[in-house]
């Protein structure tokens, strides 16, 4: 059985910085295309970024310079490392996985929520 589990959201001030994880289990994150998402209130789901088996990584526009995916194959787990927050960072992150690059992603996790606060 496949899980996604992430976790390190919370509240945090404009300006700060925040890292969230994703456990993986049932599938490795050495043989997945991992990704990061985001869902704002009244916005669509949105990538922020992904992460490709051997490491190659990919932002979307808004997340280059300020988001860091990255990922500990030992341990299986995925990062997301946010750096000076700002209120449009507020919204729920979701972790996503998928076996092929052609594909949809396919596994998700439940997400773990992000506040910011002025």
């Known amino acids: 059985q496949v899980q996604l589990v992430e976790s390190g959201g919370g509240s945090v001030q404009a300006g700060g910085s925040l890292r969230l994880s994703c456990a993986v289990s049932?599938?490795?994150?050495?043989?997945?295309?991992m990704g990061w998402f985001r869902k704002a209130p009244g916005k669509e789901r949105e990538e922020v970024a992904r992460i490709a088996p051997a490491g190659a990584t990919t932002y979307a526009n808004f997340a280059k310079g300020r988001f860091t995916i990255s990922k500990k194959d030992a341990m299986n787990t995925l990062y997301l490392q946010i750096n000076n927050v700002n209120s449009e960072d507020t919204g729920m992150y979701y972790c996503?996985?998928?076996?092929?690059?052609?594909?949809?992603?396919?596994?998700w996790g439940h997400g773990t929520q992000v506040t910011v606060s002025s």
């Open positions: 996503a996985a998928k076996y092929r690059v052609s594909e949809d992603f396919r596994y």
């Open positions: 049932g599938i490795t994150t050495i043989t997945y295309y």
